[in-house]
């Protein structure tokens, strides 16, 4: 076996142990040996709160909805009857929740003539929804069980039955969310329409199957406003779509090619720069020289993050310097080589973009990272490990994920409950869609 075989088996080595590592980081935790139960030196970890954590109790509750006096005429401890009534008493506020039940109203219609048009013409009582058996109320409640809990529809028809008492077909759980979304679609597409004059936006995506068939779910969150859109694509064209292939503000994204298609300022998550060079950390564990080299970049990326914190906090002494210095300190970082062709390549594509990982440092309302997305995707997730995704052939249950999803996480985002905002949007569409653009608020 010669030299080249040598080096050929020793890469190959390397990236399975790379692999092996990437797989157990997915699946495991940290192996961290349990202490020996013999040693008193090392004695188990006590579960529960860290030390020095001051607890917390519930509050006194400011009224009494009812007021019962517990009185005895029997000792609890002896049986005896001869009691006498001290000068003391005691108060225990017991909170509880009061199961409601079906409440059936019958709205009357009155008819009238209308001389003016001519007509015989009827109003809609308050509350009322029009050829609709069951109320806003209880179809808000099955939305917000659905997109915000992630329950399955059978189990909110289950849940429905046994604590209300109200009773409907499973077909009804997506009827439900379709009427909802045809209240909130002018909104969900003015909100659309507006990511293209936000200042930056953060972009993410994840998987999604619709009837078994490999989709992607977008994620896009301005300011105030966060939409949701299911396309077949993972390509730079979905971005298009929505923000344009010139964007005038700031993409906040990961290193995905598809965001190269956009012609716009634009911050790469550092997070996600930071495991790219934990990867390759992983990759020369025995290559000691090079190993040291990526740790040394590995601190330049978090200087940076560090100075990006502290700008939303207060603007640092002596800033343009500091700023100057780390963004010398990264490019002289991007600018070496280790001798792997895989690795000055990636080493290489960072330094051609080297403005994509500091424009954090242009202004406090940039992020130098994309958690924002990544949190706002993770509800998504879950819920397609419960649900599977859609299984819509018409493309309906795909819609109403995105327009409800986008309109509750945007109710979130205004600290708005979204409970109350889904009845508000079935009731009052106006008034959900004036309460839905305020003006915006911080990315952090």
Not at 48 to 76: F, I, S
Not at 154 to 167: A, N, T
Request: aromatic share 8%; hydrophobic share 35%.
């Amino acid at each position: 076996m010669n030299a080249s075989d040598n080096n050929r088996l020793r890469e190959e080595n390397r990236l399975l142990k790379l692999q092996i590592e990437e797989f157990r980081q997915k699946f495991f935790k940290k192996n961290t040996p349990p202490p020996e139960d013999d040693d008193p030196s090392h004695p188990p970890k006590k579960r529960g709160a860290p030390v020095g954590h001051v607890g917390t109790t519930r509050k006194t509750p400011n009224h009494a909805d009812e007021h019962v006096d517990v009185r005895l005429t029997q000792c609890p401890e002896c049986g005896g009857t001869d009691l006498s009534a001290c000068q003391r008493y005691e108060d225990h506020y017991q909170e509880d929740i009061v199961l409601p039940q079906v409440r059936v109203t019958r709205f009357r219609h009155h008819f009238y003539y209308c001389r003016t048009c001519q007509d015989v013409v009827y109003g809609v009582g308050q509350g009322e929804l029009p050829n609709s058996y069951i109320g806003p109320v209880a179809k808000s409640v099955a939305a917000f069980l659905r997109y915000q809990m992630k329950i399955p529809y059978r189990k909110v028809r289950q849940l429905f039955h046994e604590l209300f008492h109200l009773s409907f077909v499973p077909s009804s759980g997506p009827g439900f969310d379709q009427q909802i979304r045809n209240r909130g679609s002018p909104l969900y597409k003015k909100l659309r329409q507006n990511l293209v004059n936000q200042p930056f936006v953060h972009v993410d995506e994840t998987g999604w199957r619709n009837e078994g068939v490999n989709h992607w779910l977008w994620c896009f969150i301005a300011q105030n406003s966060v939409i949701y859109h299911i396309d077949r694509s993972r390509g730079g064209k979905v971005v298009a779509t929505l923000l344009g292939k010139q964007y005038a503000g700031v993409l906040i994204s990961d290193f995905l090619a598809a965001y190269n298609q956009i012609q716009a300022r634009k911050q790469r998550c550092l997070v996600h720069l930071l495991r790219l060079i934990k990867k390759w950390q992983v990759f020369f564990a025995g290559d000691r020289k090079r190993s040291q080299q990526f740790a040394h970049l590995k601190k330049q990326v978090k200087s940076i993050m560090a100075l990006s914190q502290q700008m939303a906090e207060k603007r640092p002494k002596r800033f343009i310097d500091r700023k100057a210095d780390l963004i010398a300190r990264l490019r002289r970082a991007l600018q070496v080589t280790v001798g792997h062709p895989r690795a000055d390549k990636f080493l290489r594509k960072l330094s051609g973009r080297i403005n994509e990982l500091v424009t954090c440092l242009d202004d406090p309302q940039i992020c130098a990272h994309n958690n924002l997305a990544e949190r706002l995707l993770r509800d998504n997730v879950i819920m397609r490990k419960i649900t599977f995704g859609n299984r819509s052939l018409d493309g309906n249950g795909q819609r109403n994920h995105e327009v409800l999803m986008s309109l509750i996480q945007t109710a979130r985002r205004l600290n708005l409950n979204p409970l109350t905002f889904l009845h508000l949007l079935l009731t009052q569409p106006a008034a959900a869609a004036a309460v839905l653009l305020p003006a915006p608020a911080s990315c952090r």
